[in-house]
């Protein structure tokens, strides 16, 4: 495995989740806002824009990336 310098990007987005429950027989709709922040880290000693699943449009190779809740790891 080699060393690489590497550079962190993050991307920030806000989502909408809605939940619906049945309290005493009437319908209610519950919306809560989530923050999720993806961060990746790349290198551009390997000028390859691209990473893992849909990831990609980094000026180099992404070697790890974590959006919040999974991180993937290239080795």
Known sequence: MG???CYKATYTKEI???TMSIVNGETKEV???ETIVT???YTTQIAISNG???YQGLPGLILEINDGKNT???V
């Open 3 to 5: 060393t690489y310098t």
């Open 52 to 54: 893992p699943k849909d």
């Open 39 to 41: 961060t990746a880290w």
């Open 16 to 18: 909408e989740n809605t």
């Open 72 to 74: 993937i790891v290239c």
């Open 31 to 33: 919306k809560n806002k």
